[in-house]
């Protein structure tokens, strides 16, 4: 079977592809050809600028306007593969927005981690205004286009499989909820931290509505004598008491699985992240993850059981949750396990991938009836 996987890769959609090229590669039956959307050059990124004045109030329909650059390069792609593939697999559905028809004309399956009727008031560089959801209706219009031809949608959360259910019409018999899921190590590498003080972990390209800001003023006033603060992630952070920054981890890089194994706690207090990677990463390596309670993290961590949930603005719930972590190696240990067992039961790369496979086939025998 001649897959072609057209990666959006943006975001954790690098990372997913990265885990799912490996993976395909013990799985003789499919001959996979990926199609990575590169960054954008000059003319993508003038398309996609935001407006100055307009793009305050978020009504310059900026990310849009990105999805239909990039999904017009996307289109002239797969028209010259046409003849040589079986299936298409298109991750996400913003990638597709120039190729409905060829979907529609040929086997397929479109995955979707979020859709915009969520992610357009999760952007991590622009705040949602009255306006956004004024405008909303014009980018749905383009995502309807897309599920509607696809032969089956596949979510990666029951949270995301809901809107797609309710506001977008995807039927139960084209709708299949099936997490990509990450690689899974045969045993957690924990490593003793050198340092006296137990070290949490944050991991996020972004500071603002990742958290990041946030965890820095909560660390610094009430946790710097406590614990050790790790920052991975591209955004300014100053030199602060017990905080140490990585700025050049990327993806695939080995010092995160290091950091990681040397960690008490993962904690990620994002506003925005729906079905982040970087929280099952952690608990693939026994790590607790303190975390939001929002988008499809609940399904991700069982709250007081694999870690700790905590509600958006509840700092002291934050510091609480972080402080009973650090001071308590046996809830450590115990949520760590709990985590791991969950990332084997339904989050393992080699079993998902192997249930999309069947996917694919699934969709090539629906698509011939």
Partial sequence: MRVLFVNENLGGHATVHLHLERALRNVPNVEAEFLHVPPPKITRRLVGAAIPVLGRFDLDLQPLRAQLALSRWVRDRVRARADHIDVVHVYTQNAAYEIADYLREHPSIVSV???????????????????????????????????????????????????????????????????????????????????????????????????????????????????????????????????????????????????????AAFVFPSEIDQSPNAVLEAMAMGVPVIASRIGAIPEMVEDGVSGMLVTLGDDDGLVQAITRVIVDPAVRVSMGAAGRRRVAEHYDLAKNTAALVDLLVEACERFRK
């Fill in 113 to 263: 981690d979020s859709t915009n009727e969520l992610n357009a008031y999760l952007l991590p560089h622009r705040r949602p205004t009255r306006w956004t959801g004024r405008l909303l209706p014009i980018t749905q219009r383009f995502e309807r286009r897309v599920f509607d031809a696809a032969t089956l949608v596949v979510s990666s959360s029951e949270y995301a499989a809901d809107s797609l259910r309710s506001t977008y019409g995807v039927t139960a018999d084209r709708l299949r909820v099936l997490p990509m899921g990450i690689p899974v190590p045969h045993e957690a590498p924990r490593r003793d931290d050198e340092s006296p003080l137990p070290m949490i972990t944050f991991v996020g390209r972004t500071l603002d509505r990742k958290g990041g800001h946030r965890l820095l003023e909560l660390h610094q006033r009430h946790l710097a004598s406590r614990c050790m603060l790790t920052m991975v992630t591209k955004g300014h952070v100053p030199a602060l008491p017990n905080v140490t920054t990585y700025h050049d981890i990327d993806v695939g890089d080995p010092r995160l699985d290091e950091i990681l194994a040397r960690s």
